[in-house]
Structure formats: C-alpha cells, structure tokens
T-cell receptor
Framework: DQQVKQNSPSLSVQEGRISILNCDYT??????FLWYKKYPAEGPTFLIS?????DKNEDGRFTVFLNKSAKHLSLHIVPSQPGDSAVYFC?????????????FGKGTLLTVNP | ETGVTQSPTHLIKTRGQQVTLRCSSQ?????VSWYQQALGQGPQFIFQ???????GRGNFPPRFSGLQFPNYSSELNVNALELDDSALYLC????????????FGQGTRLTVV
C-alpha cells in the first residue's frame, strides 16, 4: 500500500520555464509534507516543507501547494535552472512536525534543458 | 560544521553474512534515522534513534538492528543477509527528534550476492 505517490517518473522542461512536480497521498494522519532533491551519488537534500494547516509555502524559487481535500501537493520551481536537474522526492510525516518515520514517494526525475 | 557521513560507500556481501554500516551525524544532532532505498523506490524508514534509545521502528524484521553511541554516531546491523537486502542505505540526522528537517548522508550501497 503506497501512501505517497508520485505518478510521473520523469519530467523535462526548458530552462527559465516553470517545473511542476506532483504528489498524492492517502493517509489523512499526515500533518507535514516535505520535498527533497537528490543528485546521483549524494543523499537527499531537504528543499521545503509545509504543514497540513497551510495551503502554500514559498522559499525563493520553490513553492509548495497543498490541497488537503484532494490529498494532493505540488512543488513549483520558477524559473527552472539546469542545476535543478535531479530526482525530487515527496515525503510525508505524521509525527506532529518531526521528521519521524518519513514516508517517501518513488521520486520524479526532473531534467531542465538549457 | 561537518555534514552526515556514512561508511563504507559501497559494500558487497554474500547471502547469509552479517553487515555493519556506520553513520556520523551532523555536529550537535542527537537524532538519527536509517532508511533503505531499493532500486526505483523511495527511501523506506527502518528505525530512529534518539539519545541512544530506539525511538520507533518501521516494517523491518528483527535482523535489522541498530545502535547509537554517546557521541550520537550510529550503526545499522543486518544479520542473515538476503538478496533483497541489496539497496542504498541512508542515514539522516536531525538537531532533535522534533525537528522536521533531516540531513541525509550520501548512503552506503550494499550488494548481496
């Protein structure tokens, strides 16, 4: 039973355009959602998080939107840069704001073309 | 301030053997979590240690065990290795158990043959 789903294995966008990565979840107990970026041969790097009581969180070029009724969140990257090319993981926590027992999706490979 | 470091980076073991993976947490971090990432999958939670005590466990059998030391470094031990244990093992540390942000190491690639 996959509680966090990233249905697009890959996404390709042009430099300067918007990248939108999507994530769906099934567990209503999740209270925090996170996005991680992973380059080959490196560990995942934390990007941005959002509490379930919010619907938007912004940090520079990265914005995460949460639609609780649809159990859906998305990560927007504007403008996209070639250095953003990586695997992006959506993760969720039911730990009251802690990183305890993060549940990850399978990831989406983003390629930003110059 | 050093980041999270894991050793070794790569390891090949034979089915039935035992393996120990090591993790040095980021300076000042007292919480360490271990994850298993199989090929094509997202990381899966194994367990978490907080101040040398196991703080919770995912859906992994008892042959997966761990330790956290007074300096908050950690070990993951796997006994009776199976072929399906082949994966990338990731360690993540956080400033405290209540932190939302966890910092991951580069992982140990374990291959069981």
């Amino acid at each position: 039973d996959q509680q966090v789903k990233q249905n697009s294995p890959s996404l390709s966008v042009q430099e300067g355009r918007i990248s939108i990565l999507n994530c769906d979840y099934t567990n209503s107990m999740f209270d925090y959602f996170l996005w991680y970026k992973k380059y080959p041969a490196e560990g995942p790097t934390f990007l941005i998080s959002i509490s379930s009581i919010k619907d938007k969180n912004e940090d520079g070029r990265f914005t995460v939107f949460l639609n609780k009724s649809a159990k859906h969140l998305s990560l927007h990257i504007v403008p996209s840069q070639p250095g953003d090319s990586a695997v992006y993981f959506c993760a969720a926590s039911a730990g009251g704001g802690s990183n305890y027992k993060l549940t990850f999706g399978k990831g989406t490979l983003l390629t930003v073309n110059p | 301030e050093t980041g999270v470091t894991q050793s070794p980076t790569h390891l090949i073991k034979t089915r039935g053997q035992q393996v120990t993976l090591r993790c040095s947490s980021q300076s000042g971090h007292n919480t360490v979590s271990w994850y298993q990432q199989a090929l094509g999958q997202g990381p899966q939670f194994i367990f978490q240690y907080y101040r040398e005590e196991e703080n919770g466990r995912g859906n992994f059998p008892p042959r997966f065990s761990g330790l956290q030391f007074p300096n908050y470094s950690s070990e993951l031990n796997v006994n009776a290795l199976e072929l399906d244990d082949s994966a990338l093992y990731l360690c993540a540390s956080s400033l405290k158990a209540a932190s939302i942000e966890a910092f991951f190491g580069q992982g140990t690639r374990l291959t069981v043959v």
